[in-house]
């Protein structure tokens, strides 16, 4: 799953579990359990156990070992590991009889840059006869999607805006009457409903897509401004100051583009909490005052009394192309209309030994959700009754490094987004036996929970909706590239009660992966390991596509989702 920034893979798992977290379904919650109230359950057909015989646990174990073996040296973008991990996945797609892309190939090439930044040792902050000096690392971290040798700003005037949020549909815009052009402005983290202060604004504590960091980087590019500095706090921010840095110091993958990043800030970073604040009293602000305004409707922007900011990267480029795997079983009816089953490929590769091992084999995270994509692929050639609609089968690139493979897929669509009737994503299914529960990350987005809570109640499980929905887990992984352009999405799976241990039993075991396992050379596959239970998801998403590929009509974002002006732009509606 996708953290704040991409990790390097020897972060400590702490800082990382802080997060909610997992880059990809990498998904640590809380156990805070509740079935949901819902039961819009519509109606179903036979089992799925009896609809999908290919997916059992041995076919999950035969691909699981096989695309995170140490063959596979951590499946790292750019690496020996990623051609030979792409190749076993398009020569299993090749094997099951699946075709290619609509350009003859199983590949998609996805274009990237390697940006490795060293900002300049201080940030100068100046005004009002005064400087601030804030230190790299301690006070501030910097970054740019520039693809430049270079970049700076200086002398750019200091605006606080707020959350940076521009949210026709909750009447809020704190760019409202503000030129920022050339400007540095500073923002909280989260979004306003996330303060607790009025459960009316936005969707109350639960994070919308405008409290994401790569939202407000986006949101004050399209402003034109300089610099983007957004203000750490770590109970709203969801993980500590530890977390940012040890990403900011990495280097980081970037999607390239034809303005080689000229439309993005020059300048993207974090400051401090003690920082913010020194940098407000600077400017004849209080924090406290500035915080309960932003949280607060009418809220407008404001200068920080004339304080400019002064600072620059040095920038080390480095351009190579990865690729998405990608293979389609053609509708009988319906060709033209597709059914996407998503998982990420990619993981750490090989890096700091732990207990004498250095390569990140990725087992859970994510060769879980390719077996099931393979797995899935399977049963759907095994099938007698084979699909009306297209069913595609993805598994992308870049995911840990900020869902780059995902984004470049539906920015470059091989296949028609307003055809395309849904994604369904796998990341980091529990190899802990099977479960009650149905976990569904972003619960309350779309109608595609209905499709799932019927697979589900095949299964004897019921709904439960995201555990910890203010960290903005939906948000974090593949799945969300698609919504982002209005493809409906459903990223789910058991992990909170356990058949055989109860909702104790899984906890603990979800808690020692977390602790001692992700992201690290230990999160390996291991025999002794139950995989019913991913099988069972798998089943699980077998049933919900068979389903959607029988129909004619497509799933519906609900009333309040942020996603359907983009899915009804996409379709040509108003």
């Excluded at 094997?95 to 199983?106: C, I």
């Excluded at 520039?146 to 700003?153: S, T």
């Excluded at 549909?169 to 989260?190: M, Q, R």
């Excluded at 840990?400 to 091989?414: K, T």
Aim: some cysteine; proline content about 5%.
């Amino acid at each position: 799953m996708v953290l704040p920034f991409l990790p390097s893979p020897a972060r400590p798992l702490a800082a990382a579990f802080m997060l909610g977290l997992g880059l990809s379904g990498c998904q640590s919650q809380s156990d805070n359990t509740a079935a949901s109230t819902s039961d819009n359950t519509p109606e179903t057909t036979a089992a799925s156990s009896a609809a999908a015989p290919a997916i059992t646990a041995a076919s999950i174990s035969k691909y699981l070992q096989a695309i995170s073996s140490d063959e596979m040296l951590g499946r790292k973008p750019f690496t020996v590991g990623e051609e030979r991990s792409t190749k076993y996945l398009a020569d299993e797609f090749k094997r099951l009889g699946l075709k290619s892309g609509p350009d003859g190939s199983y590949f998609q090439p996805v274009p990237l840059v390697e940006i490795t930044g060293t900002p300049s040792p201080t940030l100068q902050i100046k005004g009002k006869g005064q400087m601030l000096s804030f230190q790299y690392k301690t006070d501030f971290v910097a970054f740019t999607q520039r693809e430049q040798p270079q970049v700076a700003v200086t002398n750019s005037e200091l605006v606080f805006a707020g959350y940076g949020v521009v949210a026709p549909e909750y009447g809020w815009d704190d760019y409202a009457g503000l030129d920022v052009k050339g400007k540095t402005v500073v923002v909280l983290v989260n979004d306003p409903g996330n303060a607790g202060n009025d459960t009316t604004l936005f969707n109350g504590k639960a994070m919308t897509y405008y409290g994401r960091w790569t939202y407000k980087y986006e949101e004050a590019a399209r402003h034109g401004a300089a610099g983007l500095l957004i203000v750490h706090d770590t109970k709203p921010a969801a993980y500590p100051w530890s977390v940012v840095l040890s990403g900011a110091v990495s280097p980081k993958l970037r999607a390239q583009t034809a303005n080689k990043g000229a439309d993005k800030c020059a300048l993207e970073g974090w400051l401090t909490l003690d920082a913010a604040k020194k940098l407000f009293q600077a400017a004849g602000q209080n924090y406290d005052q500035l915080y309960a305004a932003a949280n607060t409707k009418g809220f407008r922007a404001r200068s920080l009394g004339g304080l400019t900011l002064t600072g620059s990267i040095q920038n080390k480029l480095r351009r190579q192309t990865s690729r998405n795997v990608l293979a389609v079983l053609p509708g009988t009816t319906r060709p033209e209309e597709y059914i996407i089953y998503s998982a990420h490929w990619d993981h750490f590769g090989v890096g700091k030994a732990i207990a004498g091992d250095s390569i990140y084999n990725g087992a859970v995270d994510d060769g879980t959700g390719l077996a099931a994509l393979l797995s899935i692929a399977e049963a759907f050639q095994q099938a007698k009754e084979k699909p009306q609609r297209s069913i595609v089968f993805l598994a992308v690139t870049g995911e840990e490094q900020g869902l780059l493979g995902s984004a470049y897929y539906v920015q470059h669509p091989p296949f028609p987004l307003n055809k395309t009737v849904a994604d369904l994503n796998m990341d980091m299914l529990w190899p802990y036996g099977q479960m009650k529960d149905l976990t569904v990350i972003g619960y309350g987005q779309s109608e595609l929970e209905d499709y799932a809570r019927a697979a589900a109640k095949e299964q004897d499980r019921y709904v439960l909706p995201d555990q910890t929905p203010e960290t903005g887990m939906f948000y974090r992984s593949d799945h969300f590239s698609f919504a982002h352009v209005g493809v409906p999405s459903l990223y789910a799976s058991g992990g909170f009660e356990s058949r055989t241990g109860g909702k104790e039993a899984i906890a603990k075991q979800r808690q020692n992966y977390t602790t001692n396992m992700y992201h690290k050379p230990a999160d390996q596959f291991d025999p002794s390991w139950d995989l019913s239970g991913i099988a069972q998801d798998a089943q699980l998403y077998f049933r919900v596509g068979q389903r959607l590929a029988s129909e004619t009509t497509f799933p519906q974002w609900r009333a309040g989702s942020e996603f359907k002006g983009a899915r009804a732009k996409s379709m040509g509606r108003k």
